[in-house]
């Protein structure tokens, strides 16, 4: 397989693109229908008015894309922070239809996104901007439209407010529109540990594909959110050997292993893995080119380019955050004979639960998290499955194969509902 150029290799939105016209391609898709699913279905710009604890008016910039209802309502996070674009949130609306096809589930894709930087915010600054932007986008989103999640800088307590401002505008109570809420507000059970216990089950599919067992097998762990500290939480619980951990304000590494326990008590008070003392002091990019068995970036997006992808060690890649490797960089990684397991089947955990959440909401009837959990193991090791022999089947690498497999799963929806009518 060649390099794939782009012409701005961090643009998220032109690394999925490049992909896309790959699996397209391999595909033999039709035209007209590629250039239909290239393009998000709808974007939605709003400007939201909010008053300052100062007393000072001030004007935020919020996004909604919505890319695809061809197999169901549009699905997909909502973050918050000083850099997000409008390029990014179209780019990972498109990523969201492609994950929830390949494990299946009856959404689309949507993301949205707010520019402001929520650690300059006040709690109340916070709640009356989101209050806000969820009345300004109030006529697309709900239960059989768009179900907004919490993605970076966003978390139950912004769902919460979501769903109460969407309600309030019903005059009933809907909890079925935004999914990772509280569980006293129609939350589920497992969906917090979700997409961290997503990327373990889909990590043990790769290790019993090659033998490995995780007592030997070392972990790094880029990012220590919701995503990463829970994957390292649960890995290390199972037996895995976590030597790395990084987050936005360094990293600790320790080749013996570090205490995960400990380390969530240390960055419990200090906001920060940094300054761990069962370790030594590392960057977290240095981070990503240790040797380790398997590298999980949890984190953030582009952070493996065709720069570094070179130097990665780890023999097996699981990509908690979404986009966190840049089209160019997967050619190189491929050469390395990296195992990569792909972000949108990866991290598709937290998706799937998301949809378990909303089929409770909607039957108000919960169920336990044993169950919970067993269901999110059978799709994601079914979706593993998939994606692997698809891409056996056609001689491609996992990213490709999930591409095409999403790609022509949603393809075969809108030929069904009859667009050619
Ligand atoms: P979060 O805001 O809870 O955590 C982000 C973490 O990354 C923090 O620990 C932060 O310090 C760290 N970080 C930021 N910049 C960094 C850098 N340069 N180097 C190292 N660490 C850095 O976010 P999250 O919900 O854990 O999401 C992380 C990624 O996973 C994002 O790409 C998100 O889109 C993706 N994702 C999240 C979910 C979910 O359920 N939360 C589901 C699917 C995908």
């Given at each position: 397989m060649s390099l794939i150029e782009t012409e701005n290799e961090l643009s998220i939105y032109e690394s999925m693109a490049a992909r896309f016209d790959v699996a397209v391609e391999k595909l033999k898709l039709d035209d007209g229908l590629a250039h239909y699913l290239r393009k998000p279905n709808r974007e939605i710009i709003v400007h939201i008015p909010v008053a300052m604890e100062s007393g000072r008016l001030e004007v935020f910039d919020g996004y909604r894309v919505q890319h695809s209802i061809a197999r169901g309502p549009c699905k997909g996070g909502v973050r918050?922070?000083?850099?997000?674009?409008?390029?990014?949130?179209?780019?990972?609306?498109?990523?969201?239809?492609?994950?929830?096809?390949?494990?299946?589930?009856?959404?689309?894709?949507?993301?949205?996104?707010?520019?402001?930087?929520?650690?300059?915010?006040?709690?109340?600054?916070?709640?009356?901007?989101?209050?806000?932007?969820?009345?300004?986008?109030?006529?697309?989103?709900?239960?059989?439209?768009?179900?907004?999640?919490?993605?970076?800088?966003?978390?139950?307590?912004?769902?919460?407010?979501?769903?109460?401002?969407?309600?309030?505008?019903?005059?009933?109570?809907?909890?079925?529109?935004?999914?990772?809420?509280?569980?006293?507000?129609?939350?589920?059970?497992?969906?917090?540990?979700?997409?961290?216990?997503?990327?373990?089950?889909?990590?043990?599919?790769?290790?019993?594909?090659?033998?490995?067992?995780?007592?030997?097998?070392?972990?790094?762990?880029?990012?220590?959110?919701?995503?990463?500290?829970?994957?390292a939480r649960l890995m290390h619980e199972a037996g895995y050997r976590i030597i790395g951990v990084a987050d936005a304000f360094g990293g600790v590494f320790n080749s013996r292993g570090l205490d995960i326990e400990a380390l969530l008590l240390h960055a419990n008070e200090a906001r920060t893995v940094k300054g761990f003392p069962e370790g030594e002091a590392i960057t977290n990019q240095e981070i990503l080119e240790q040797d380790c068995d398997v590298l999980v970036p949890a984190a953030k997006e582009s952070v493996i380019t065709s720069h570094n992808a070179s130097r990665i060690k780890a023999r097996i890649l699981v990509e908690g955050a979404n986009s966190p490797t840049t089209a160019p960089a997967d050619h190189i990684l491929f050469e390395r004979g990296v195992f990569v397991i792909p972000d949108i089947l990866a991290n598709a955990g937290g998706v799937t639960v998301s949809y378990f959440e909303w089929v409770q909401d909607r039957e108000g009837y919960f169920w336990s998290e044993n169950d919970v959990n067993e269901r999110l193991k059978n799709i994601q090791v079914a979706a593993f499955n998939d994606v692997v022999q698809y891409g056996e089947r056609h001689n491609v690498n996992n990213r490709i194969a999930a591409y095409m497999l999403a790609i022509d799963r949603v393809a075969f929806s809108i030929k069904l509902r009859g667009i050619y009518a």
């Open positions: 918050y922070a000083p850099d997000v674009t409008l390029d990014e949130i179209r780019g990972l609306a498109a990523e969201m239809t492609w994950k929830c096809a390949v494990v299946n589930i009856p959404f689309g894709g949507a993301k949205g996104g707010i520019v402001c930087d929520p650690s300059k915010l006040t709690l109340g600054e916070l709640e009356r901007i989101t209050r806000r932007y969820t009345a300004e986008i109030l006529d697309y989103i709900g239960p059989e439209r768009d179900v907004p999640a919490p993605d970076m800088n966003t978390n139950e307590q912004t769902m919460a407010w979501m769903m109460d401002t969407y309600s309030m505008h019903m005059r009933h109570t809907v909890t079925a529109c935004v999914t990772g809420k509280p569980l006293d507000l129609g939350g589920s059970h497992g969906r917090k540990e979700a997409t961290g216990r997503g990327c373990m089950i889909v990590c043990d599919q790769a290790m019993k594909r090659f033998g490995r067992t995780r007592e030997n097998t070392r972990v790094i762990v880029q990012g220590f959110g919701n995503v990463g500290s829970q994957a």
